[in-house]
């Protein structure tokens, strides 16, 4: 099944650190297979000021591909980048489901415990 991970915070090495352990841990739990999903939400200036300096936009980390999918606006000032971490078979197939992770700065160690429901695809993708 596919799998959507959400970060909350700013672009930052740490943040890419982060988000390569996780890459690692999906590929090592056999999740590798599903489609990775990663909201990155932060100030809307904030993402002009680093948005061309984020490192994984346009590059492959494996058999996985990473680009940007869109940005929309949230709640009050607070916008949401999403990006999309695709292995080739979830392309090919087109799979849509997928289910959530939430809370992963605050809970680093237990994150895969953190897995639950989330709203259809339709409501984050194009």
Same mark, same amino acid.
């Given at each position: 099944?596919?799998?959507?991970?959400?970060?909350?915070?700013?672009?930052? $090495? *740490?943040?890419?650190?982060?988000?390569?352990?996780?890459?690692? !841990?999906? &590929?090592?739990?056999?999740?590798?297979?599903?489609?990775?999903?990663?909201?990155?939400?932060?100030?809307?200036?904030?993402?002009?000021? &680093?948005?061309? $300096?984020?490192?994984?936009?346009?590059? =492959?980390?494996? +058999?996985? #591909?990473? #680009?940007? /999918?869109?940005?929309? /606006? +949230?709640?009050?000032?607070? !916008?949401?980048?999403?990006?999309?971490?695709?292995?080739?078979?979830?392309?090919?197939?087109?799979?849509?489901? !997928?289910?959530?992770?939430? +809370?992963?700065? *605050? $809970? &680093?160690? $237990?994150? =895969?415990?953190?897995? &639950?429901?989330?709203?259809?695809? +339709?409501?984050?993708?194009?």
């Amino acid at each position: 099944m596919p799998v959507k991970v959400m970060f909350s915070g700013s672009f930052s $090495n *740490s943040l890419t650190s982060l988000l390569e352990a996780k890459i690692k !841990y999906c &590929q090592e739990k056999e999740f590798d297979s599903t489609p990775i999903i990663v909201s990155l939400k932060t100030k809307f200036i904030e993402i002009n000021k &680093q948005i061309s $300096n984020f490192p994984f936009e346009g590059k =492959a980390i494996g +058999d996985l #591909h990473f #680009h940007r /999918k869109l940005i929309f /606006k +949230d709640k009050g000032s607070d !916008y949401s980048l999403i990006y999309q971490i695709f292995p080739m078979t979830a392309i090919e197939s087109k799979e849509v489901e !997928y289910i959530g992770l939430s +809370d992963i700065f *605050s $809970n &680093q160690t $237990n994150w =895969a415990e953190k897995i &639950q429901k989330v709203l259809p695809v +339709d409501n984050f993708l194009e």
